[in-house]
Nanobody, 128 residues
Framework: QLTLVASGGGMVQPGGSLRLSCAAS????????VGWFRQAPGKEREGVSC????????HYVDSVKGRFTISRDSAKNTMYLQMNNLKPEDTGVYFC?????????????????????WGQGAHVNVSS
């Protein structure tokens, strides 16, 4: 049973940076496809970025391309989302997610229904 614990949220001014972490326990995260999703107030959950199980493929939603980077540290069994040049529209609750094995989507997509392990939300507030 995989357990995910997210951390690193907070309040930041536009243009600032945050790094979200998601520590895994109970299983090796290397064998899972992983992703970050966010939900803004009054909106549906949106796939922000995903990483394939072998780590060879990534997907980013257009609005974060060039600003966000997803990664995974095998030694720490932790996944990350580095967020730079943050904008007010990045505000929301960010969730990490994982599912065993390679993604059925080629090219890789971030689909919430494709993931069955979820961390608790990390609140990100981008405001001046």
């Amino acid at each position: 049973q995989l357990t995910l614990v997210a951390s690193g949220g907070g309040m930041v001014q536009p243009g600032g940076s945050l790094r979200l972490s998601c520590a895994a326990s109970g299983s090796r995260l290397d064998h899972y496809r992983v992703g970050w999703f966010r939900q803004a107030p009054g909106k549906e959950r949106e796939g922000v970025s995903c990483l394939s199980a072998p780590g060879l493929s990534t997907h980013y939603v257009d609005s974060v391309k060039g600003r966000f980077t997803i990664s995974r540290d095998s030694a720490k069994n932790t996944m990350y989302l580095q967020m730079n040049n943050l904008k007010p529209e990045d505000t929301g609750v960010y969730f990490c997610a994982a599912r065993w094995g390679p993604s059925p989507y080629v090219p890789l997509l971030c689909v919430a229904g494709d993931y069955d392990y979820w961390g608790q939300g990390a609140h990100v507030n981008v405001s001046s």
